[in-house]
C-alpha cells in the first residue's frame, strides 16, 4: 500500500459541465490517492466558501491543489490563489463544458492521460492579470455579448455541453441590442473607444467563440 507523503487540496464542483463526467470522481480520489495524496476533499456548495481550505493550503504549504471542474471553478479559486505569497502546484482536472483554461495550459480531456501529467510532475508557468479588483488567468472580457457564458444555464449545459453556449450566444446575438459603447484607459496613455467588445485572453478560445 502506497504512503500518504503529499497533502493536497481537492476542490470538487459536482455543478460543473455534462453530469456523466462526474462518474469519474471516485476513480479521480482512487488514482490522486495511489499517487500518494493524502486529499482534504472541499465540495463546493457555491463559490463564496472557496476562500478558507485555499488560504490553509497555501499558508500550510500543501504540496498540491487539484481543482476539478470547470472555468468557472478555476476562476473562483484563482481570486483567492492570486493573493496568497505562498502557491502550491496546481492542477485542473477537466468536468467543466468547455474546460478552455484546462486547454490552454495543455492539460488532456481523457481522465487516464491527466493522471500521466500528473504523475509526471510537468508544470507549466501561466501570467494571472488583473482587471479592476478582479483576478483572471483565462479570459477578461466587456461589452457586448461579454456575459454569455453567465447567461447560460447550468442546466442547459449539465445536458447539451457546449452546444448551450451556442443557444445562448445566438438568442442574445438576435434578440438584443448592441450595449452602448466603451472605452478603456491603458498603462501606455493610449485611449481605446467606441469599442462593442474586447477580450483579454491568455488562450484562444471562451465559451462559443473561439480565436
Not at 497533502?7 to 480520489?29: E, M
Not at 495511489?34 to 463564496?48: E, K, P, R, V
Request: proline share 5%; charged share 20%; net charge positive.
Amino acid at each position: 500500500m502506497k504512503t500518504l507523503s503529499k497533502k493536497a487540496l481537492f476542490i470538487y464542483n459536482p455543478q460543473s459541465g455534462k453530469k456523466k463526467r462526474h462518474s469519474a470522481f471516485p476513480f479521480i480520489v482512487e488514482r490522486l490517492t495511489q499517487l500518494g495524496y493524502q486529499l482534504m476533499i472541499h465540495q463546493l456548495t457555491d463559490f463564496q466558501n472557496i476562500e478558507t481550505p485555499i488560504k490553509e493550503a497555501c499558508q500550510k504549504k500543501w504540496d498540491a491543489i487539484f481543482i476539478a471542474g470547470g472555468d468557472g471553478t478555476v476562476n473562483s479559486s484563482l481570486q483567492t490563489l492570486a493573493t496568497e505569497q505562498h502557491r502550491p502546484v496546481i492542477a485542473v482536472i477537466p468536468l467543466g463544458t468547455s474546460n478552455e483554461f484546462a486547454k490552454y495550459i495543455g492539460m488532456p480531456s481523457q481522465m487516464e492521460e491527466v493522471f500521466q501529467v500528473i504523475r509526471n510532475g510537468q508544470t507549466k508557468a501561466i501570467d494571472i492579470g488583473k482587471f479592476g479588483d478582479k483576478y483572471f488567468a483565462n479570459i477578461a472580457s466587456a461589452g457586448w455579448l461579454s456575459d454569455i457564458t453567465y447567461k447560460t444555464p447550468s442546466y442547459l449545459k449539465a445536458y447539451i455541453g457546449e452546444w448551450a453556449y451556442v443557444f445562448c450566444f445566438l438568442k442574445t446575438f438576435f434578440m438584443s441590442k448592441q450595449s452602448h459603447p466603451i472605452s478603456i484607459n491603458l498603462p501606455s496613455q493610449e485611449l481605446l473607444s467606441d469599442l462593442s467588445l474586447f477580450l483579454i485572453m491568455n488562450g484562444n478560445g471562451v465559451g462559443p467563440l473561439s480565436a
